[in-house]
């Protein structure tokens, strides 16, 4: 598999009430957590593809850090040490204008041992609380910024110092081996075809939800294949509490989708259509990996799999996900081995296709002929034309640079069919594609305008 920079994972981490979720909010510039005064509201760990000065990362709010008075508030402590171990980088929040608490302590603690670069957020310095923000300096953690996301101060500092320490990253190091991360809800029977895959037992099978609590890996070789197969524990849906069960941070399915090539997403046959599945499969998507959907447990039906209409379901679950379409779907059942075997056969095919590549000759004559077929529409004296296309080749995605004109102006239905176009004409089964839109003349007048001298004007 080609070499590639794997996104980063920063995680927002701290105790309850200082203002995490408002300061994830303001990275995003948009409301994706939910922001109240009382403390702990945050109990789920929500994540988001965020991107400054052109590097993306994924940036993750955790929940607050309490006393662990029943197993709930254990497992949220639990996620403080699973940023410690998921993370690239971990940003460690504490409330200016108030005294250093044992839990603030013993988050920074967490973060400093776990050797991950570490920098500091004294929140809410508003209210002329400026100068208490130096006092944090007792925890240990060098790197300190202050900030008040109602005054918008220190946002843009703190997103600089982020985007200077991710690009630190390491390199996903290249690799013959080809590793597959199953995922899914608890208890939608991951562990169960784990088992079924390496033939043997290596992970708990329970009833009880949430057993897997940590990814489980496991090395087999098929068709001269090297296959590493990893076994996440589940993604718990938004708000759901259940007392004595792991709450599942999406911290480690991060980064086990960030470290596979190939994702199974399983969907449980009795309950198909969950929101939250869709969400851990748009999670594939935008990480780039190829995906398969797996409809599991088709035993449970009992006597009605072998009446109930096939089709219906498979039509049902294939608008539910239309949105990857590219996905194959296949049904599987662990119990009696229904299909196993032929997921096999499948991460070769998303391999082999995932490494296509396509000489520009050949693009180009695709793009002639697509154009013909159906132009670009637009605006009145804004007509978008496109000249050229080419592939990364050094993008272990299946991707694309068209270079055009008036290419802000091509309308998403006809980037879609651009891409339904791609895809019957090459093979890129089972992988999400890249198309990037490049205007030459504005690319032109960039490049211009910052090889202009300075005059004292503009000094």
Same mark, same amino acid.
């Given at each position: 598999?080609?070499?590639?920079?794997?996104? =980063?994972?920063?995680? !927002?981490?701290?105790?309850?009430?200082?203002?995490? /979720?408002?300061?994830?909010?303001?990275?995003?510039?948009?409301?994706?957590?939910?922001?109240?005064?009382?403390?702990?509201?945050?109990?789920?760990?929500?994540?988001?593809?965020?991107? &400054?000065?052109?590097?993306?990362?994924?940036?993750?709010?955790?929940?607050?850090?309490?006393?662990?008075?029943?197993?709930?508030?254990?497992?949220?402590?639990?996620? +403080?040490?699973?940023?410690?171990?998921?993370?690239?980088?971990?940003?460690?929040?504490?409330?200016?204008?108030?005294?250093? /608490?044992?839990?603030?302590?013993?988050?920074?603690?967490?973060? #400093?041992?776990?050797?991950? =670069?570490?920098?500091?957020?004294?929140?809410?310095?508003?209210?002329?609380?400026?100068?208490?923000?130096?006092?944090?300096?007792?925890?240990?953690?060098?790197?300190? !910024?202050?900030?008040?996301?109602?005054?918008?101060?220190?946002?843009?500092?703190?997103?600089?110092?982020?985007?200077?320490?991710?690009?630190?990253?390491? #390199?996903?190091?290249? /690799?013959?081996?080809?590793? +597959?991360?199953?995922?899914?809800? =608890?208890?939608?029977?991951?562990? /169960?075809?784990?088992?079924? #895959?390496?033939?043997?037992?290596?992970?708990?099978?329970?009833?009880?939800?949430?057993?897997?609590?940590? +990814?489980?890996?496991? !090395?087999? $070789?098929?068709?001269?294949?090297?296959?590493?197969?990893?076994?996440?524990?589940?993604?718990?849906?938004?708000?759901?509490?259940?007392?004595?069960?792991?709450?599942?941070?999406?911290? $480690?399915?991060?980064?086990?989708?960030?470290?596979?090539?190939?994702?199974?997403?399983?969907?449980?046959?009795?309950?198909?259509?969950?929101?939250?599945?869709?969400?851990?499969?748009?999670?594939?998507?935008?990480?780039? $990996?190829?995906?398969?959907?797996?409809?599991?447990?088709?035993?449970?039906?009992?006597?009605?799999?072998?009446?109930?209409?096939?089709?219906?379901?498979?039509? $049902?679950?294939?608008?539910?996900?239309?949105?990857?379409?590219?996905?194959?779907? !296949?049904?599987?059942?662990?119990?009696?081995?229904?299909?196993?075997?032929?997921?096999?056969?499948?991460?070769?095919?998303?391999?082999?296709?995932?490494?296509?590549?396509?000489?520009?000759?050949?693009?180009?004559?695709?793009?002639?002929?697509?154009?013909?077929?159906?132009? =670009?529409?637009?605006?009145?004296?804004?007509?978008?034309?496109?000249?050229?296309?080419?592939?990364?080749?050094?993008?272990?995605?299946?991707?694309?640079?068209?270079?055009?004109?008036?290419?802000?102006?091509?309308?998403?239905?006809?980037?879609?069919? #651009?891409?339904?176009?791609?895809?019957?004409? &090459?093979?890129? &089964?089972?992988?999400?594609?890249?198309?990037? &839109?490049?205007?030459?003349?504005?690319?032109?007048?960039?490049?211009?305008?910052?090889?202009?001298?300075?005059?004292?004007?503009?000094?």
């Amino acid at each position: 598999m080609a070499e590639s920079r794997k996104l =980063p994972i920063v995680a !927002i981490v701290g105790r309850a009430n200082v203002g995490k /979720s408002s300061l994830f909010n303001a990275i995003l510039e948009r409301r994706e957590a939910i922001v109240a005064r009382e403390a702990g509201t945050t109990r789920d760990s929500i994540s988001a593809k965020a991107s &400054f000065n052109g590097q993306q990362f994924w940036i993750v709010d955790t929940a607050g850090m309490k006393d662990p008075v029943d197993d709930f508030e254990q497992s949220i402590q639990e996620q +403080i040490m699973q940023a410690s171990n998921s993370a690239d980088v971990i940003v460690v929040v504490v409330e200016a204008g108030t005294i250093i /608490s044992d839990e603030d302590r013993q988050v920074a603690t967490l973060a #400093l041992k776990s050797k991950k =670069p570490t920098m500091l957020v004294v929140n809410k310095i508003d209210h002329g609380r400026q100068d208490s923000v130096y006092e944090f300096a007792k925890l240990g953690i060098k790197d300190i !910024i202050g900030t008040s996301v109602t005054q918008s101060k220190g946002i843009y500092e703190l997103l600089e110092h982020i985007t200077a320490t991710i690009t630190k990253v390491p #390199l996903r190091q290249e /690799s013959e081996r080809l590793k +597959i991360a199953l995922l899914g809800r =608890p208890n939608v029977g991951k562990s /169960s075809l784990f088992n079924a #895959l390496l033939n043997k037992q290596q992970a708990l099978v329970a009833e009880r939800a949430g057993t897997t609590r940590d +990814i489980n890996r496991a !090395i087999i $070789r098929f068709k001269n294949q090297e296959i590493e197969i990893m076994d996440t524990a589940g993604i718990r849906r938004s708000g759901r509490i259940e007392r004595g069960v792991e709450h599942f941070s999406v911290l $480690r399915a991060l980064a086990a989708i960030e470290e596979a090539d190939i994702c199974l997403l399983l969907v449980d046959t009795l309950e198909p259509n969950v929101s939250q599945d869709q969400k851990i499969a748009g999670m594939v998507k935008d990480a780039g $990996r190829g995906l398969v959907l797996v409809l599991s447990k088709w035993d449970a039906l009992g006597e009605e799999s072998d009446t109930v209409n096939y089709d219906s379901i498979i039509k $049902r679950v294939s608008a539910d996900y239309e949105f990857v379409a590219w996905a194959p779907l !296949i049904v599987t059942s662990s119990l009696n081995g229904q299909n196993v075997t032929k997921l096999f056969d499948l991460f070769l095919k998303i391999k082999q296709a995932r490494e296509n590549r396509i000489s520009t000759h050949e693009l180009n004559n695709w793009l002639g002929r697509v154009i013909r077929e159906h132009p =670009p529409a637009g605006l009145k004296n804004r007509m978008p034309k496109l000249n050229y296309i080419v592939q990364e080749g050094d993008n272990p995605i299946p991707a694309f640079k068209i270079f055009g004109s008036q290419t802000r102006f091509i309308h998403w239905s006809y980037r879609r069919y #651009l891409e339904n176009k791609l895809r019957e004409q &090459f093979d890129f &089964f089972g992988n999400p594609i890249q198309l990037w &839109f490049i205007d030459k003349h504005a690319a032109k007048l960039a490049k211009e305008k910052a090889t202009e001298p300075v005059t004292k004007e503009q000094e």
